[in-house]
T-cell receptor, first 115, second 112 residues
Framework: GESVGLHLPTLSVQEGDNSIINCAYS??????FIWYKQESGKGPQFIID?????DKRQGQRVTVLLNKTVKHLSLQIAATQPGDSAVYFC??????????????FGKGTHLIIQP | EADIYQTPRYLVIGTGKKITLECSQT?????MYWYQQDPGMELHLIHY???????EKGDLSSESTVSRIRTEHFPLTLESARPSHTSQYLC???????????FGPGTRLLVL
């Protein structure tokens, strides 16, 4: 079936710099996307979401960008802090692809913060 | 923090044993989900429920079963555990009209 995926399994950034985590999806019918943060030993934590009728959405220190033309999703984290170290997953609603009524997850990017 | 709980957090068990992983949420959410996640990998949906007495299979085939007798409770059962069932199991819930899912802390299962 169709799925979302990420470009890089690991991203290393300096503390204080901005981070950009990318995600490519293949289902052009997807209408809802979400970013999760998963720290070691914990369940995924909601960060931000976006619907397909939007190109950009901002939260506290995070911004999600959606480019439907190239089916690309990105998460920008401003002024990266040590507490941002985690694995980040993008996900789309499976139902839009004819799948079950849940989320289809990408493979995850491990964000490493260098002091 | 979402009010969704999973027990046990860690379980080591021998092959052939029957196990039940518990999941409870206090948010009154209608929809609940079970995902399976291998270390460092993506999550795969194995079961979901729209509400009481509703259970559906997810995209990933699983030998586990689920039940939904109460809104707040969505247990997952393995009748006969095997080493191939070793994984992390994550429970989530969401409101009926919103797709944002909130996850519990997970249960790490090791079958010897």
């Amino acid at each position: 079936g169709e799925s979302v995926g990420l470009h890089l399994p690991t991203l290393s950034v300096q503390e204080g710099d901005n981070s950009i985590i990318n995600c490519a999806y293949s289902n052009s019918a997807s209408d809802y996307f979400i970013w999760y943060k998963q720290e070691s030993g914990k369940g995924p934590q909601f960060i931000i979401d976006i619907r397909s009728n939007m190109d950009k959405r901002q939260g506290q220190r995070v911004t999600v960008l959606l480019n439907k033309t190239v089916k690309h999703l990105s998460l920008q984290i401003a002024a990266t802090q040590p507490g941002d170290s985690a694995v980040y997953f993008c996900a789309e609603n499976s139902r839009s692809g004819g799948g079950a009524d849940g989320l289809t997850f990408g493979k995850g990017t491990h964000l490493i913060i260098q002091p | 923090e979402a009010d969704i709980y999973q027990t046990p957090r860690y379980l080591v068990i021998g092959t052939g044993k029957k196990i039940t992983l518990e999941c409870s949420q206090t948010m009154g959410h209608d929809k609940m989900y079970w995902y399976q996640q291998d270390p460092g990998m993506e999550l795969h949906l194995i079961h979901y429920s729209y509400g009481v007495n509703s259970t559906e299979k997810g995209d990933l085939s699983s030998e586990s079963t689920v039940s939904r007798i109460r809104t707040e409770h969505f247990p997952l059962t393995l009748e006969s555990a095997r080493p191939s069932h070793t994984s992390q199991y994550l429970c989530a819930s969401s409101e009926w009209t919103f797709e944002t899912q909130y996850f519990g802390p997970g249960t790490r299962l090791l079958v010897l």
